[in-house]
């Protein structure tokens, strides 16, 4: 009785792991080079995304992925860049399952970014949560393929 | 010959994964609240550091650490606060020895915070290289306990 007041059947978004951190790169190249000689990160895929406007990289850095994002012209990322500078644009977790995670995320109140589900760079099915509710956090969500 | 030209036998900055996930709050308990009822997660060590300026808490997210820190009073942590909110505050990284990581960092031009090594909320030898080199990302560099 008590045990199922308030809060205790709520559901929760599960997260798993990072699966990359974003950053946003004023130039691409010159990024793709610093990181390559300071860290010796490896290029594991760079992609131009006209649709997302931007040029996006996915590099290694040790057992990590670091995402270095491009804004290609004037929107959202070009605005985020102008406002904050280079540094970190998104944080991405693995979830096991995105439709069952954004039922979730929805269910707690949390905003989905439009257009909702896309492709990430690997192929991937992504989705984004509205900082707002992630502790200031642009959250995305990834479904890694089988 | 050629290949001991520039840059060949470079020192290397040598990230091994990342230790956890540095976020900046203004509301410390409503954050471990909101991060509890979202994500489940679980509250692993909580401190006030007073000569670091801040209450901080390390919490468990799916298989990562998230750092979560309170500016006390004013300072540059406050000040971080004032200007960009909640959010992402630095990505740390383990590396596996602290000394010879700082004078690969120190080789490669990169500026370590003040006062250099410090200990970490989980009792670890920590340093902190400037955004200013990294990409704008504040950098933890992180030796974990044998």
């Known amino acids: 009785m008590g045990e199922a007041g308030e809060g205790w059947a709520r559901a929760r978004l599960k997260l798993d792991r990072i699966h990359h951190l974003g950053l946003i790169v004023s130039d691409l190249e010159h990024s793709l080079d610093s990181y390559a000689r300071l860290l010796g990160s490896e290029l594991e895929v760079r992609r131009r995304m006209e649709e997302e406007g931007?040029?996006?990289a996915l590099v290694r850095i040790g057992g990590e992925r670091v995402e270095?994002?491009?804004?290609?012209g004037?929107?959202?990322l070009k605005r985020f860049l102008d406002r904050r500078g280079d540094g970190v644009h998104h944080v991405a977790w693995v979830v096991d399952d995105l439709d069952q995670a954004l039922g979730q995320a929805?269910?707690?109140g949390q905003e989905v970014v439009p257009p909702g589900i896309r492709l990430g760079l690997g192929g991937e099915r992504v989705a984004f949560?509205?900082?707002r509710g992630m502790g200031g956090v642009l959250t995305e969500l990834v479904e890694e393929r089988p």
Chains 1, 2 share one sequence.
């Open 68 to 72: 270095l994002i491009q804004p290609l």
């Open 54 to 56: 931007m040029e996006a």
């Open 74 to 76: 004037e929107g959202p």
């Open 106 to 108: 929805a269910e707690l």
């Open 129 to 131: 949560l509205h900082p």
